[in-house]
């Protein structure tokens, strides 16, 4: 049966979609005031599993925010969402003769991806599904299982961030559209847009969302945080429990954050113990590196911030956190985000000048502390 998902539903949804993001997919601050403003405290939005949705006449279509992280912290309404939705829409009814009745975030991301799939479907009338397409946020469209096994990236509709205007994307890969998508954000001194697309027969969701049941693990991840009087415990056994591997790689301090490029960190953590661990991102943590200067995780894992207190970070506020103590978990990446395409696609930003590691990737349960 389809969950009825409640105001404090969202608020949960936000906390732990902000820790399963792994510092990216926007800020938490930000996704908690769009959830404040744009869902009513008497509304509710149904969620279904995958395999509900799949059953379910109409398509499913993913949405999101793309963009630069820093530029987009305070985009607080999904209204381009649904700009871009009525264009995708009335396309889908055109070509397929089928409107979309079902919304997926792209990927975990809270401000951008499953905040607004959440309260635009509220508004519709609509349901969101139960899964996306990484497990994590990421830094592109390219780089989920939506690109890989979904239906054609063609087309795609993108709206500028105050919802004024569209855009029909016509690429042949999700990579093309994503750098389309990105040349839009540059017009707008590379800022943020709204992104519709892969409308999805039910026969399909299965296979272009094979990580599934990740915005019901956000929610149990965020009511932890809030309830449990130990909640960096209580996140590793859900996480456990729910068949994710996951791991405390270091706590100790934030002393440093230093910026390299937009959207770019290094963020030092010194653990009196163990010495220091830094941390480089770009939007998303990709990499860390223990005391001795080894990795100890990397993309496509993720890298995620806690406070002991249960408070998710996001990295548009981390240097805010300065000398605030942290907790850096290390989350397995589902194995559908260690296919090597997508490893390849993580590979070009960890080799990048800005973060400058070129070795292979390792698994992070292979990498000792």
């Known amino acids: 049966m389809p969950t009825s998902l409640t105001k404090q539903d969202l608020i949960d949804i936000a906390n732990g979609t902000a820790f399963l993001g792994a510092g990216g997919g926007g800020t938490l601050a930000s996704a908690l005031t769009m959830i404040e403003h744009e869902f009513p405290d008497d509304a509710t939005v149904s969620l279904l599993s995958v395999t509900e949705a799949a059953a379910a006449p109409g398509l499913t279509a993913a949405c999101c925010f793309v963009g630069s992280e820093t530029k987009g912290q305070d985009v607080m309404d999904p209204m381009p969402v649904s700009y871009a939705l009525d264009r995708f829409n009335a396309l889908m009814l055109s070509s397929h003769g089928a409107s979309v009745r079902r919304l997926a975030p792209v990927d975990i991301g809270v401000q951008g991806a499953v905040i607004p799939a959440l309260i635009t479907a509220q508004r519709r009338g609509m349901a969101v599904v139960d899964a996306d397409g990484a497990g994590r946020a990421v830094p592109g469209l390219m780089v989920t299982t939506w690109a890989l096994t979904g239906p054609p990236a063609n087309p795609a509709v993108t709206a500028n961030a105050v919802a004024s205007a569209t855009v029909v994307i016509e690429a042949d890969t999700a990579l093309d559209c994503h750098m389309i998508v990105n040349g839009i954000c540059l017009a707008n001194n590379f800022g943020v847009a709204a992104v519709v697309m892969w409308g999805t027969p039910g026969d399909a969701l299965s296979a272009a969302l094979p990580?599934?049941?990740?915005?019901?693990?956000?929610?149990?991840?965020?009511?932890?945080?809030?309830?449990?009087?130990?909640?960096?415990?209580?996140?590793?056994?859900?996480?456990?429990s729910s068949g994710v591997w996951a791991r405390q790689i270091v706590r100790g301090t934030i002393t440093r954050v230093d910026t390299v490029a937009q959207d770019y960190l290094q963020v030092t953590i010194q653990d009196a113990a163990q010495g220091s661990t830094v941390v480089k991102t770009a939007g998303e943590n990709l990499i860390a590196f223990g005391p001795h200067g080894t990795p100890v995780g990397m993309s496509p894992d993720?890298?995620?911030?806690?406070?002991?207190?249960?408070?998710?970070?996001?990295?548009?506020?981390?240097?805010?956190?300065?000398?605030?103590?942290?907790?850096?978990?290390?989350?397995?990446?589902?194995?559908?985000?260690?296919?090597?395409?997508?490893i390849s696609l993580f590979q070009y930003f960890l080799q990048s000048k800005q973060v400058g590691y070129t070795g292979a990737y390792t698994p992070i349960e292979q990498l000792a502390v």
């Open 302 to 342: 993720a890298l995620c911030w806690m406070t002991p207190a249960g408070r998710s970070l996001s990295n548009t506020e981390i240097a805010n956190a300065l000398h605030t103590e942290v907790v850096l978990i290390g989350v397995a990446a589902r194995s559908p985000l260690r296919d090597p395409r997508i």
């Open 211 to 240: 990580i599934q049941g990740t915005l019901s693990l956000a929610r149990a991840i965020g009511a932890a945080q809030r309830t449990s009087a130990t909640p960096v415990d209580a996140v590793l056994a859900l996480l456990a």
